[in-house]
Nanobody, 124 residues
Framework: QVQLVESGGDSVQAGGSLRLSCAAS????????MGWFRQVPGKEREGVAS????????YYSDPVKGRFTISQDNAKNMVYLQMNSLKPEDTAMYYC?????????????????WGQGTQVTVSS
């Protein structure tokens, strides 16, 4: 089992920046890929960014490319999402996820472990 706890969500003005953190615990040695997803009420959860734990291969959704950066600190079992140039449409609950299997990087149904989420609100 893997436990995930997100932090760093806040309310910011458009154009601002936030860094989300995800702390992993439990059987972290089994994790092969970590991802950040987001969801707004009434919409399907969408993949934002993903990183492989061994080779650090990253993937980003088109809406966030060039603005968001995913990174990890394996020694601390932490994953981060640096979000710059935030837009009102980035407003959502952001979730950290982990998988012990080979997955489609931004497909939320492939991930087994999930955190409780952290709210990001961007005002215009």
């Amino acid at each position: 089992q893997v436990q995930l706890v997100e932090s760093g969500g806040d309310s910011v003005q458009a154009g601002g920046s936030l860094r989300l953190s995800c702390a992993a615990s439990g059987n972290t040695g089994s994790i092969r890929r970590m991802g950040w997803f987001r969801q707004v009420p009434g919409k399907e959860r969408e993949g934002v960014a993903s990183i492989g734990t061994i080779y650090s291969t990253t993937y980003y959704s088109d809406p966030v490319k060039g603005r968001f950066t995913i990174s990890q600190d394996n020694a601390k079992n932490m994953v981060y999402l640096q979000m710059n140039s935030l837009k009102p449409e980035d407003t959502a609950m952001y979730y950290c996820a982990a998988s012990a299997a080979t997955v489609s990087p931004l497909r939320f149904t492939d991930y087994r472990y999930w955190g409780q989420g952290t709210q990001v609100t961007v005002s215009s």
